[in-house]
């Protein structure tokens, strides 16, 4: 029987940005993925992470930048990329914000995401 979700949950984070999570730990309880809506404010960074999960982002509007060893990939709109389990990256946006999707496998966890303090 298909289970509808009525409302994500919006999960608390500084410096502007909203994550509503639709699927996932803190919403669903499912830790095999989690689907989250981002909005990001212009200026918006968060420190790097080498995080447990693969995850693949699709950018709605704006501009995602994730810096990683080897460089810095830009993320337009209408874009999408994929992280790797184990990679270090630090994500950022561009000069108007972003708003994108992120598909975290396994789910997203404060525990398994690893940032940098």
């Known amino acids: 029987m298909p289970e509808l979700q009525t409302a994500p949950v919006r999960i608390p984070v500084p410096g502007g940005k909203i994550i509503d999570e639709y699927a996932g730990l803190a919403s669903t309880g499912e830790g095999r993925v989690s689907i989250a809506r981002m909005v990001a404010p212009a200026g918006w960074e968060e420190p790097a992470q080498t995080p447990e999960f693969d ?42 914000g972003a708003e994108y999707v992120a598909v975290c496998l396994p789910a997203f966890s404060p525990d398994t995401v690893h940032r940098d303090e």
């Not at 982002?57 to 184990?86: C, F, H, P, W």
């Open 55 to 96: 995850e693949w982002t699709v950018v709605l509007s704006g501009q995602v930048v994730i810096e990683y060893d080897a460089g810095r990939l830009e993320v337009n709109a209408g874009q999408s990329v994929k992280t790797v389990a184990g990679q270090r990256i630090r994500y950022t946006v561009g000069p108007e």
